[in-house]
């Protein structure tokens, strides 16, 4: 049992480690990405040269998905499909063992998840070269808002913190569904 927690205990530390490292390159990607000083204007047609939050976007990004998909998988293979302890096999039941309120932080987390990815994305996809007459869209050039990057990584926390709080409280179903109740005789 205590192998168990200690097993747990540093996947979840491994995956707000993973979650923390997102955030902290969404950061440094907020302060490398393009100004308007690096604008180049010719006539109608602008550039824009390729910034250092491009990289520092894609490694945000391959950190969160690698959160998200570790934590989910983690939470998929330690509860939903239970080992029956007694045979080593898969119980014939299959039951998850979610509790409403794991189910809603688990939606919650997928939905911060997706909106996290599609603002890096769309931000680090902005920070590439956008060459005279080419731009990003339809021969625009555009610069990445700021805050949209520290967004990305408040979501990303938010979204890892969730799945690791949906696993907690997974864990605390779990626990209490394997209990067997104590029964007190009276002494006379």
């Known amino acids: 049992m205590e192998r168990n927690r200690l097993d747990i205990a540093l996947i979840l530390t491994f995956v707000m480690v993973i979650a923390l490292l997102s955030f902290a390159l969404s950061i440094a990607a907020e302060f490398k990405k393009s100004k308007k000083k690096d604008i180049r204007l010719d006539g109608k047609l602008c550039y824009i040269p390729k910034s250092d939050a491009y990289g520092l976007g894609i490694a945000a990004l391959v950190c969160l ?25 898969i119980s014939s039941s299959c039951k998850p063992r979610f509790s409403g309120i794991s189910i809603f932080l688990l939606s919650v987390s997928w939905i911060s998840f997706v909106i996290s990815a599609i603002l890096a994305s769309a931000a680090t996809s902005m920070s590439q070269s956008q060459a005279f007459g080419d731009g ?6 555009y610069i990445v808002k ?34 067997t109740p104590k029964i007190h005789a009276q002494v006379e």
């Open 136 to 141: 990003w869209l339809d021969g625009e050039c």
């Open 65 to 89: 998905f690698a959160a998200q998909i570790i934590s989910n998988f983690f939470i998929c293979k330690k509860f939903w499909f239970g080992r029956d302890r007694r045979n080593s096999t």
């Open 146 to 179: 700021d805050g949209v990057y520290i967004g990305s990584g408040i979501l990303a926390l938010f979204a890892v913190g969730t799945t690791i709080l949906s696993s907690v409280t997974t864990s605390k179903n779990t626990q209490v569904d394997h209990v």
